[in-house]
Structure formats: structure tokens, C-alpha cells
């Protein structure tokens, strides 16, 4: 139990309630929000509270990322579940889901329940675990979705991996109908750009690297999205990168297919062009697109046609990331840098906050079924603070992750947390 606290004078930006105005955050000794909206004073302050004056500041329900990869277990000395913990909470983020791709990779009960009490036991923020569609990721047989589910598991993937063979996917869908299960997968073809190291275009031949057509794309999520149309199966398209993936799932929702989209704030900040002179902290899956890609994505983000935003958070060590770019890994670190690069699209007049917000919270919430992303009475008062304007840069010696694979290494952005609250209680002071 904690003391009571009253977060005074901020502006309240909930999309799960349409609420966008100067208000006062309520939550009780329980960790529960009591009240929460420019009303919220009415019903008076709680004995003993803590009282914070937010003046200037925005409050929103505590961000929510859908795809983080960490290391452990296997792989702790990229990331750990606390570290990660540690960098989500100076991120804003209150609530992640934990990609299956470790050694041993999260394909049972066991393991789910290792992520579970290392979460219980280490992390600042609440961690849930996504298990492995099939067995060992190795996109051949279906592992046990309802004990894993009954588990603690919120979603199936295959994390880094495609699922080549379309029966299995079939009846993985099925299979995940009757426990109303979501599939979650990332678009990616087998062969076409196998070999690719960035997106096939006059960029790619200036550098004489391999390139991966946005059709490696589009093609495995067009059958993707056929399969759960058939189906009738909750499909999430992982992370979209080009304008045609949005198009073939608003066509595919046009179907009645129960399709939803996320895309990694590194594809909305970024382009091609800043891969540079070989930058390996640039190289991704999927690849940076064009900047007419990148605008496009940016636009179907504000209309609402793509869903949530997630960091994609991706820890490598120098070992994989410090060769020729051909060599390298792919993947980037991002739970520290997803809100602060998000704002830049609201500063540029591209994507309204409410949107940002919902696309970071609300909405991915409500896609996994998590208790996170609103500040409606009797909610888990996981909450963030944001001073919109204030200037920060991102150097090496403060980013938190174990890694410091970041794409924004010595950016400049404006708009920072200041205050992460889960359950009531403070995680992290700026």
C-alpha cells in the first residue's frame, strides 16, 4: 500500500475517454485511480496524500509497447527483464510485452512462468510474456496454446522469425480462435531479399548493398491476411513498414477480417538516407523505407489506419553490431527514445497527441487485453508525466538498456518524461 496521491493542475490527455483537458489525477492507497478529469477534486483529496503540482506538464496513461526483445534468458549480457524494466520506465513505458526469442526460447509453461517471476521479483514496470507460435520458433509445430495462454501468455509469435508454411499458419489460426487468442507475426518472405541488407532502391546501388523489395513485405502479409479472413482468427501484422501493407489491411478489415497493424517509431523518424556511410545502428528489419514510404506511414497513423506504434526494442552488443554493415545484426534498442522521437510527428503539426497517445497506449492495451491504458476510475494508476518542450540529447552515457545500439545516438528532441507512476507508485524522476 502506498499514500495516496494527487497529481494537480496537468493536462489530461486519455483517448480511451476522450479527454483532453487541465485537470487533477486522484489514486488511492490501493494503487487505483479514484478519479481522474478536470472534475476529479469535487470528491475532495484523500487523507495523507502526496500533492503534486503538474502545472505544465501532460499526464497520460502509463505507454504500453507491444514487441520488446531482451536477453534474457540466454542473452542477459545485451539485456536483462529488469534493465529492461529500468529503460522502459524512463521511456514513459508502464507496460511491455516480451518477445519468445531467448535460449531456451518461450515455447512452455516453464518459461512463461520464468518471465512472470523474474518480472515479479526484478522489473519496475509490469512485463508480459508473448509466446512462441511454434515449437522453438522453428515454424513447424503449434505449441500448446491454452495452458500457455492460461499461462500468462498474451499473444503468439514467431518474434523475429516468419512462419513459411501456410497449413500451419492455418491451423494455428484456427487453433487460436477457440481461445480467442491473438497471432502476431512480422511480414517477411523466406527468399525474396533473403540476402538483402537495406531497401532495394538507387540508395541501396550508391552503396553497393543487397536489397530487400518492399514485396518481401507485402506478399507474406497479403496471404497472412487471407488466412485470417478464413479463419476468422485476431491477426496482428507485427511491424509494417511500407503504405501498400496499410492498404492490403484496410482492405482486408473491408473483408471482415480482425486484423489489426503496429509499426516501429523508427520507421515513422527515419529514412533510408540515414544509414549514411554504413551505419550499422541504422540497419532493420524491415529496412528503413524512402521517405515517401516514411511520410505515408505517417499519414496512415494520424487517419487511425495503423494501429499502435511500438519501439521494437532490439538489444545488440558490439560483437554483432560493430562489423561491416553486411555482417551486422539488425535491430536497435528504442524503449528510452519511442516517446521523445513520437513527438517529433505532433511537433511537426503531422499526428495529434490524442492519436500519439492512443497509438503508444490505449490501443495496444486494448488489443492484448491488458489492464493498462486508461485513466478511467478504478483503473491501475500507471500514469506518465511529459513536459512537451523540454530539450534533451540522447549521449551514449545515459541511456539505461545494457546496450547501446540506438539509432538516436546524439539526437536532439523536445519533449521528455519526467515522472513514470506504476501503480501509484514513482519509477522514475527526471
Known amino acids: ?134 515449437k522453438g520458433l522453428n515454424g513447424v509445430e503449434m505449441t500448446e496454446f491454452g495452458m500457455l495462454q492460461e499461462a500468462g501468455a498474451v499473444a503468439f509469435t514467431n518474434g523475429r522469425h516468419g512462419l513459411y508454411d501456410s497449413q500451419v499458419l492455418r491451423r494455428a489460426m484456427t487453433y487460436a480462435r477457440e481461445f480467442d487468442a491473438v497471432i502476431a507475426l512480422e511480414p517477411r518472405d523466406k527468399y525474396l531479399g533473403a540476402n538483402g541488407d537495406m531497401n532495394e532502391g538507387l540508395f541501396a546501388s550508391w552503396l553497393g548493398l543487397s536489397g530487400i523489395p518492399r514485396e518481401a513485405e507485402i506478399i507474406p502479409l497479403e496471404r497472412d ?110 524503449l528510452e527514445t519511442m516517446l521523445a522521437a513520437a513527438l517529433r510527428l505532433h511537433h511537426a503539426g503531422h499526428v495529434s497527441l490524442s492519436r500519439l497517445i492512443d497509438a503508444m497506449s490505449t490501443r495496444p492495451a486494448q488489443i492484448f487485453g491488458l489492464d493498462a491504458g486508461t485513466l478511467a476510475p478504478g483503473a491501475r494508476a500507471d500514469i506518465t508525466l511529459i513536459d512537451l518542450d523540454e530539450p534533451w540529447l540522447v549521449s551514449k552515457d545515459m541511456i539505461v538498456s545494457r546496450s547501446k545500439n540506438t539509432p538516436f545516438e546524439d539526437a536532439r528532441f523536445s519533449g521528455r518524461v519526467m515522472a513514470t507512476y506504476v501503480g501509484g507508485r514513482l519509477v522514475h524522476s527526471a
Do not use: W
Open 1 to 134: 500500500m502506498n499514500a495516496p496521491l494527487v497529481l494537480k493542475n496537468a493536462r489530461i490527455v486519455d483517448p480511451s475517454r476522450g479527454i483532453d483537458a487541465v485537470g487533477t489525477i486522484i489514486v488511492g492507497a490501493d494503487g487505483r485511480i479514484l478519479a481522474a478529469g478536470p472534475d476529479a477534486l469535487n470528491q475532495g483529496t484523500p487523507d495523507g496524500a502526496t500533492v503534486r503540482n503538474c502545472a505544465r506538464l501532460v499526464a497520460t496513461p502509463g505507454l504500453v509497447d507491444a514487441r520488446v526483445f531482451a536477453g534474457e534468458p540466454g542473452g542477459e549480457h545485451r539485456e536483462t527483464i529488469a534493465s529492461a524494466s529500468r529503460a522502459a520506465a524512463a521511456g514513459g513505458i508502464t507496460s511491455f510485452i516480451i518477445m519468445p526469442d531467448t535460449d531456451p526460447v518461450i515455447d512452455d509453461i516453464a518459461l512463461v512462468e520464468y518471465v512472470k517471476k523474474q518480472a515479479r521479483d526484478h522489473a519496475v514496470v509490469s512485463v508480459y510474456p508473448a509466446a512462441a507460435l511454434t
Open 225 to 334: 491476411l487471407r488466412i485470417a479472413t478464413l479463419t476468422r482468427a485476431k491477426y496482428h501484422a507485427a511491424k509494417i513498414s511500407v503504405p501498400q501493407s496499410a492498404e492490403a489491411i484496410l482492405a482486408a478489415r473491408s473483408r471482415g477480417a480482425n486484423v489489426t497493424s503496429a509499426i516501429s517509431i523508427n520507421h515513422l523518424s527515419l529514412n533510408e538516407m540515414d544509414i549514411g556511410e554504413y551505419r550499422t545502428f541504422f540497419k532493420l528489419s524491415p529496412p528503413l523505407r524512402s521517405e515517401d514510404d516514411r511520410m505515408a506511414m505517417v499519414e496512415a497513423l494520424s487517419r487511425g489506419e495503423i494501429d499502435i506504434i511500438v519501439s521494437s526494442h532490439d538489444p545488440q552488443d558490439v560483437d554483432t553490431k560493430r562489423l561491416p554493415f553486411a555482417d551486422a545484426a539488425e535491430g536497435a534498442i528504442g
